[in-house]
């Protein structure tokens, strides 16, 4: 009798808890956007930076492959073509790393061109002209499944006393941050797109400075 009674009250605590995770709901994993901030000075110079962006909830309106779920990255990108870096009307992004590569390669016996440091540069097409990250290493990324989390997020600080030494101490440089999402999948997951140049670019908009920096330099401002 006293097994009997066991066995029916371990049969309704399964059946309980049966019921307790049935009614619980599979929440969705949110989708996100990641849009570009400033770049903010460090130091006396335009060449110790920092990278800025941040992470917002997605909406539903679009296409699932126009979303993502917030894996992706941010890069720190130069209008160097403003200082004598080639300057090319683009349509897609690796005509213009193409174009440093070339630039890179005629510039290997140049003592003030240091090749390290430039290895790995690359370009974007923003607007139809050629921007160039100046390395390998101005950037920060997520893996999926990884996710950034929402709000501000900032990214460096970064050297580029390289580019100083080539281009010149005194400089004008305009510096901007630009963001890629890794595109959604049906499965919950984002692809690895941004590794593929598939995903989803953010050039910035020239926004002006948010109260959570004041320190900025954005293009086309002193």
Same mark, same amino acid.
């Given at each position: 009798?006293?097994?009997?009674?066991?066995?029916?009250?371990?049969?309704?605590?399964?059946?309980?808890?049966? =019921?307790?995770? +049935? +009614?619980?709901?599979?929440?969705?994993?949110?989708?996100?956007?990641?849009?570009?901030?400033?770049?903010?000075?460090?130091?006396?110079?335009?060449?110790?930076? !920092?990278?800025?962006?941040?992470?917002?909830?997605? &909406?539903?309106?679009?296409?699932?492959?126009?979303?993502?779920?917030?894996?992706?990255?941010? *890069? =720190?990108?130069?209008?160097?073509?403003?200082?004598?870096?080639?300057?090319?009307?683009?349509?897609?992004?690796?005509?213009? &790393?193409?174009?440093? !590569?070339?630039? @890179?390669? +005629?510039?290997?016996?140049?003592?003030?061109?240091?090749?390290?440091?430039?290895?790995?540069?690359?370009?974007?097409?923003?607007?139809?002209?050629?921007?160039?990250?100046?390395? +390998?290493?101005? *950037? !920060?990324?997520?893996?999926?499944?990884?996710?950034?989390?929402?709000?501000? @997020?900032?990214?460096?600080?970064?050297?580029?006393?390289?580019? #100083?030494?080539?281009?010149?101490?005194? #400089?004008? =440089?305009?510096?901007?941050?630009?963001?890629?999402?890794?595109? /959604?999948?049906?499965?919950?997951?984002?692809?690895?797109?941004? #590794?593929?140049?598939?995903?989803?670019?953010?050039?910035?908009?020239? /926004?002006? #400075?948010?109260?959570?920096?004041?320190?900025?330099?954005?293009?086309?401002?002193?």
């Amino acid at each position: 009798m006293l097994l009997s009674r066991l066995a029916i009250a371990t049969l309704f605590t399964v059946f309980a808890l049966s =019921i307790s995770v +049935a +009614a619980q709901t599979v929440v969705p994993p949110e989708f996100k956007v990641l849009k570009p901030g400033p770049v903010i000075p460090m130091g006396p110079d335009n060449f110790q930076l !920092t990278g800025s962006f941040s992470v917002s909830r997605g &909406t539903n309106a679009q296409p699932l492959e126009e979303r993502s779920f917030g894996s992706g990255g941010a *890069c =720190i990108y130069a209008d160097l073509a403003a200082v004598g870096a080639p300057e090319l009307s683009c349509t897609n992004n690796s005509q213009c &790393t193409q174009a440093f !590569t070339s630039f @890179h390669e +005629a510039n290997l016996g140049n003592p003030n061109y240091d090749v390290a440091s430039f290895s790995g540069s690359s370009g974007q097409c923003i607007a139809n002209k050629c921007w160039y990250r100046p390395g +390998a290493r101005l *950037c !920060t990324r997520m893996i999926p499944p990884g996710s950034f989390a929402l709000g501000h @997020h900032k990214f460096g600080p970064f050297n580029l006393d390289h580019v #100083a030494k080539f281009f010149g101490d005194d #400089a004008k =440089i305009d510096w901007q941050v630009v963001t890629c999402s890794n595109r /959604a999948q049906e499965n919950g997951r984002d692809d690895t797109s941004c #590794a593929t140049g598939q995903g989803i670019y953010n050039p910035p908009s020239n /926004a002006k #400075a948010t109260d959570w920096e004041e320190v900025v330099r954005y293009p086309n401002e002193a």
